[in-house]
């Protein structure tokens, strides 16, 4: 039973290149959630969807941070342009949820480690 | 004040001790507290998560104690072994409507000697 895919696992990139990341939640769930996670703040949320619809934005960095979910199956995190302060492990996860709260139980993919130089 | 405040940051125990990991929060409309464990290169996976209206639960070797007037809660492992070796997150959700996300501790780094 595959779990959320998460792409690409790494990424290298030079400051101001656009950087896509790229998640498959598990099939089935209809939430999905993006977080980053650093060493300084911890794991932080950017954004979620319920039901393909983007809830709450309000984690998102700024406007060089964009996210789309354009079917159940797909979801994508864009910056651009990069800096490097944007380095960081960035997390997809998936949960269902049941009249509109979701279960609690988040499953997270591997993650997509990004480098900005 | 959705915070949830996590300590400690790191921690480091002997083979069959029990580490215990502190969480506190200010926001009384949470009302689900799970407890994550990530191993190094993977994501987060659900460990055990507790409910305000019961003081504590015990799934194999973690248990949780909740102590809802103090508003903290926290991880115990008995009998550690080296392979729970892992960051630790705490984490919170909100109350009411919505499919809101978990609120996160920053995390414990746990580190079981042989």
């Known amino acids: 039973d595959a779990g959320v895919i998460q792409s690409p696992r790494h990424e290298v990139t030079e400051m101001g290149q656009e950087v896509t990341l790229r998640c498959k939640p598990i099939s089935g769930h209809n939430s999905l959630f993006w977080y980053r996670q650093t060493m300084m703040r911890g794991l932080e949320l950017l954004i979620y969807?319920?039901?393909?619809?983007?809830?709450?934005d309000s984690g998102m960095p700024e406007d060089r941070f964009s996210a789309k979910m354009p079917n159940a199956s797909f979801s994508t995190l864009k910056i651009q342009p990069s800096e490097p302060r944007d380095s960081a492990v960035y997390f997809c996860?998936?949960?269902?949820?049941?009249?509109?709260?979701?279960?609690?139980?988040?499953?997270f993919g591997e993650g997509s480690r990004l480098t900005v130089l | 004040q959705q915070q949830v405040k996590q300590s400690p940051q790191s921690l480091i125990v002997q083979k069959g001790g029990i580490p215990i990991i502190n969480c506190a929060y200010e926001?009384?409309?949470?009302?689900?507290f799970p407890w994550y464990q990530q191993f190094p290169g993977k994501g987060p996976a659900l460990l055990i998560a507790?409910?305000?209206?019961?003081s504590e639960k015990k799934e194999g070797r973690f248990t949780i104690s909740f102590n809802k007037s103090a508003k903290q809660f926290s991880l115990h492992i008995m009998d550690s072994q080296p392979g729970d070796s892992a960051t630790y997150f705490c984490a919170a959700r909100l109350s009411g409507g919505g499919a809101d996300g978990l609120t996160f501790g920053k995390g414990t780094h746990l580190i079981i000697q042989p």
């Open positions: 507790i409910r305000p209206d019961v």
């Open positions: 996860a998936s949960s269902l949820s049941r009249g509109g709260r979701n279960t609690g139980e988040l499953f």
């Open positions: 926001n009384t409309a949470f009302d689900y």
């Open positions: 969807f319920n039901n393909n619809v983007p809830i709450d």
